[in-house]
């Protein structure tokens, strides 16, 4: 069975930082493409930023763009990860990690990911 399970996420002042961990289980991962997406309330699940399956090609939403950094580990700790600096209110949400197949690059659509995560809550105070 094919987990994701996020960590990370707490209440941040504005202009501060985190790291989001997404740690995956029960699947190969290296074929993968990841990705973060977040869902802000009443707002749809958007984009965040994704990683080819070797680390190599990453590509991000505009908002988030100079900002955060996405990142993963392939070996032991089959983790990903997204460094989130300069915080805005704008940048609260729950925040979801996915994996599914690389077929084409870039992934940005939902579909294109058959895991997921159940999410952590970011949370950037004004």
């Known amino acids: 069975q094919v987990q994701l399970v996020e960590s990370g996420g707490e209440l941040v002042h504005v202009g501060g930082s985190l790291r989001l961990s997404c740690a995956v289980s029960g699947r190969t991962f290296m074929r993968d493409a990841v990705a973060w997406f977040r869902e802000a309330p009443g707002k749809e699940r958007e984009f965040v930023a994704s990683i080819g399956w070797n680390g190599g090609t990453t590509y991000y939403a505009d908002s988030v763009k100079g900002r955060f950094t996405i990142s993963r580990e392939n070996a032991i700790k089959k983790t990903m990860y997204l460094q989130m600096n300069s915080l805005e209110p704008e940048d609260t949400a729950l925040y979801y990690c996915?994996?599914?197949?690389?077929?084409?690059?870039?992934?940005?659509?939902?579909?294109?990911?058959?895991?997921w995560g159940r999410g952590t809550q970011v949370t950037v105070s004004s």
């Open positions: 996915a994996a599914g197949l690389m077929r084409q690059w870039p992934m940005v659509e939902r579909a294109q990911y058959n895991y």
